[in-house]
């Protein structure tokens, strides 16, 4: 991934993509023992960072391919960034998500204008399913993280983090990543390495899902045994893709594993004193901020909120257990 | 108020209060029935509006006055408004509150380092603590919003909703301010009045506390008879003030009055589609976008998000019961 390619991208979002500010409160600080930044990408259209991948997938697209269509896998996040991105450039998006996904994900990809296939994941195969829609109507696959046109995408968040931390002064932080397949954290880790040198990426977990933490302690992929019964459902893949995995092993610091209690407690927080509306997984970075500061070095912490799209009645268990 | 200074304000304020975007979603859209924009000014530093006033004000003090220390009687935003502005300046700031406010905002109002003097309400006279401490030792009072300095502090949320407005070519719409003594109100009513003339201020109040449209409609101040029972306890005076109450009927289209029931849905709505906090009477504004919209003219809505600052009890129920 050259950084002129995520240079252009963000030339492709400026006006569609929402440019987020790094927010800030003297409370976390002192819970951290040093400065906290946060990026809100739960502000993000959809909210959660993933528009910035898609639509600047569907940007790059060449007009008569993407007139045929797009077509993506998910249950959460990434529909949503490909229906809406679909929708502004009216053509037609096949979102194939697990017949058990929550009704709420499901009615959102809808109400932005996607066709929702749902299959049964116990007895249907997903990837053929979505071979013969694509074979039929000459839809093209919109990967979530493992396409140097996502990789970009989210890299323009780290640009973003450049320029911010620039105008506050800031020339060397840790910059904390929650990660899933890795879309996000190389993104943001090439743009960093190019922009500000001084800003190290740690890519974040939650505990038992750590697979990127390991493959960089095992100087190679490692992959994660369970792939359910995670709260922090958003960030929960396999293994590091093909082209992610190398990006971060070049470029990130150690990973850091959050326990779940610490998600929750770090959404509370976030409520209490930024105002904002975090899902799980897009707290772990926040989360490792605030109570891991013994993995961290430096005296400024820049954490990635990455997605806000979590049901009501979790947040409030959340706020019951620890607002 | 003049346009100048408002922009001076501005200039003080550079670099201090936070930049606050205009949000939006088409979910929001589809139940307004309009185009609608969100100015999160919960995302403000101390989770309120109340920071640019209290910081303008301090700035623009005399050092060998402003070195002496300030004082202000607030059981809520203004309180924490002060006394972040006056940490950054180093200087005292005594607030006096009411003994049974709220434990968090107590705390929040000394954690910032403000000196905390608490009354009773029902034996001891609030105006008599604050003259006698500030004639012992030399504090000046900074007004929660009847006075210039605070009222154009609070106005360049008006100056940024032009500009935003200007970018995204929005010349006509309606702009809902949370009102209560009239200091957001009337301060970007007058920002507006000279930098958007299309954009038309309406102040937005809950039902039973509606001082400020019964004023309009009757051309001259109206009180509250009740000051205390509602869950918009950051919106809740007796009247209008003597500055802000000729600029509000001079720039202002009428009020919109909501239900507290209306305010806890907009809580809700901001929590699913913006995933931003509102407290209740920061919520009042977008209420009446969503829910009063035969009460506006034209295809664009900007509602202020005033304030964040709500208990998570509170918050929690709001989920309950429209989550």
């Given at each position: 991934m050259k950084i002129e390619t995520i240079r252009e991208a963000a030339g492709r979002l400026a006006g569609h993509a929402r440019r987020t500010p790094l927010l800030s409160s003297p409370f976390l600080d002192e819970i951290a023992g040093r400065r906290v930044l946060v990026?809100?990408?739960?502000?993000?259209h959809t909210g959660s960072f993933k528009y910035r991948g898609a639509r600047n997938t569907l940007a790059a697209m060449a007009p008569e391919r993407r007139a045929r269509g797009v077509i993506a896998f998910s249950s959460g996040n990434h529909a949503q960034g490909v229906a809406l991105s679909a929708r502004e450039f009216g053509v037609p998006a096949v979102i194939i998500m697990p017949s058990d996904a929550p009704a709420l994900k499901i009615a959102n990809t809808r109400a932005l204008g996607a066709e929702v296939v749902l299959y049964d994941?116990?007895?249907?195969d997903r990837d053929e399913i979505g071979a013969r829609l694509a074979g039929a109507r000459g839809l093209t696959l919109v990967r979530p993280f493992d396409e140097p046109l996502v990789i970009a995408g989210q890299g323009t968040v780290g640009l973003e983090i450049a320029e911010d931390a620039a105008a506050l002064g800031l020339d060397a932080a840790a910059v904390l990543v929650p990660c899933g397949g890795g879309g996000l954290t190389s993104g943001i880790a090439t743009a960093l390495a190019a922009e500000a040198p001084g800003l190290r990426v740690h890519p974040v977990e939650p505990e038992g899902f750590d697979d990127v933490k390991r493959s960089l302690i095992a100087g190679e992929i490692q992959r994660n045994t369970?792939?359910?019964?995670?709260?922090?459902?958003?960030?929960?893949?396999p293994a590091p893709g093909d082209l992610t995995w190398p990006i971060i092993r070049r470029l990130c610091g150690a990973g850091i594993a959050v326990s779940e209690d610490e998600a929750l407690m770090a959404m509370a927080a976030a409520f209490t004193r930024l105002k904002i509306v975090i899902e799980p997984g897009g707290a772990v970075a926040l989360a490792a901020a605030l109570?891991?500061?013994?993995?961290i070095e430096g005296e400024a912490v820049i954490a990635v909120?990455?997605?806000?799209?979590?049901?009501a009645a979790l947040f409030r268990m959340a706020l019951e257990r620890f607002g």
């Amino acid at each position: 991934m050259k950084i002129e390619t995520i240079r252009e991208a963000a030339g492709r979002l400026a006006g569609h993509a929402r440019r987020t500010p790094l927010l800030s409160s003297p409370f976390l600080d002192e819970i951290a023992g040093r400065r906290v930044l946060v990026k809100p990408e739960c502000l993000q259209h959809t909210g959660s960072f993933k528009y910035r991948g898609a639509r600047n997938t569907l940007a790059a697209m060449a007009p008569e391919r993407r007139a045929r269509g797009v077509i993506a896998f998910s249950s959460g996040n990434h529909a949503q960034g490909v229906a809406l991105s679909a929708r502004e450039f009216g053509v037609p998006a096949v979102i194939i998500m697990p017949s058990d996904a929550p009704a709420l994900k499901i009615a959102n990809t809808r109400a932005l204008g996607a066709e929702v296939v749902l299959y049964d994941r116990a007895s249907e195969d997903r990837d053929e399913i979505g071979a013969r829609l694509a074979g039929a109507r000459g839809l093209t696959l919109v990967r979530p993280f493992d396409e140097p046109l996502v990789i970009a995408g989210q890299g323009t968040v780290g640009l973003e983090i450049a320029e911010d931390a620039a105008a506050l002064g800031l020339d060397a932080a840790a910059v904390l990543v929650p990660c899933g397949g890795g879309g996000l954290t190389s993104g943001i880790a090439t743009a960093l390495a190019a922009e500000a040198p001084g800003l190290r990426v740690h890519p974040v977990e939650p505990e038992g899902f750590d697979d990127v933490k390991r493959s960089l302690i095992a100087g190679e992929i490692q992959r994660n045994t369970r792939l359910s019964g995670s709260i922090c459902d958003a960030i929960i893949t396999p293994a590091p893709g093909d082209l992610t995995w190398p990006i971060i092993r070049r470029l990130c610091g150690a990973g850091i594993a959050v326990s779940e209690d610490e998600a929750l407690m770090a959404m509370a927080a976030a409520f209490t004193r930024l105002k904002i509306v975090i899902e799980p997984g897009g707290a772990v970075a926040l989360a490792a901020a605030l109570y891991h500061g013994s993995e961290i070095e430096g005296e400024a912490v820049i954490a990635v909120a990455s997605g806000g799209n979590v049901d009501a009645a979790l947040f409030r268990m959340a706020l019951e257990r620890f607002g």
